[in-house]
């Protein structure tokens, strides 16, 4: 076994086998980054909705949060971008929701290079659906764009274990 997806050879001529998504594997990168964090991780049965929901317990209350992952993978032919991040629909949608973004560089496909995390007040309507682009694309690499940086990295994550019905931004 490769690990190459099968070609179906039955398939209509010029079938071509999907592009190798990593979206599973920044799903799970995302709750190890979370659990590493302190939060207790649950997967839905079917992925309809939200990737994982999240909780941790806090003064007299827990705090649940719904989580939907959208990965960046840059591939070596990435030109440079004044903003970069995600443009498209949403399968699900909460006022409380986590957007993580975790940003891969062609060069390190193991790990990201930064992970955003973003509240919805960061989400800004767009005719595809969400528009949210907390990095640029520089010299082959994402970072943050200017005024966007209390969103990456642990400082961005620690928002979210504010008391439910506390403002987080």
Known sequence: MTGEPEINE???PGYEPPARVRDYFAEMYVAGVL???GWDIYFPRRDNGFDMIVSRPAT???IV???QVKG???????TDKSAYGYVGRLTAFHDD????MPFFT???AHAPALIAWLPRA???PHSRGWRCQPARFVNSAPEPRPGYAQYFGEPGLMVFAAEVGVSII
């Open 122 to 124: 960061a989400l800004r």
């Open 35 to 37: 659990a590493d964090a």
């Open 10 to 12: 039955t398939a209509s």
């Open 106 to 108: 062609s060069q390190d």
């Open 97 to 100: 929701l986590i957007l993580a």
């Open 65 to 67: 949060r719904p989580v």
């Open 60 to 62: 007299n209350t827990t």
């Open 72 to 78: 960046k993978y840059a591939s070596d032919e990435k």
